[in-house]
């Protein structure tokens, strides 16, 4: 029993779990005290999303530009990352 709640606690504390989000963004920054992340990336929903050492990604993004994005929920690190994302003349929710 106890092999079985070690194979289940190593797979909650490592999940990732796939996502999609769909917003303006409002702000962007590079990230200075978390280790986990380069960027963060703020929409107008109030969703903060992080970037992995995707330099391209953070520099192609505009602000007051609408996107969907590609992205894990990190389970352990409590964070939504972006993976990719491309822009959206979608108006309406």
């Not at 978390?34 to 330099?55: M, P, S």
């Not at 953070?58 to 990190?74: M, P, S």
């Amino acid at each position: 029993m106890g092999v079985v709640y070690a194979i289940y606690q190593n797979s909650i504390n490592t999940a990732s779990i796939p996502d999609i989000e769909y917003g303006l963004v409002t702000a962007k920054a590079p990230v200075v005290d978390n280790k986990n992340a380069n960027y963060t990336i703020n929409l107008a929903t109030g969703k903060v999303l992080y970037v992995q050492g995707n330099q391209t990604l953070y520099d192609t993004l505009e602000l007051n530009k609408t996107y969907v994005f590609n992205c894990r929920i990190d389970i352990p690190n409590n964070m939504l990352i972006a993976d990719s994302a491309w822009q959206t003349n979608r108006t309406s929710t």
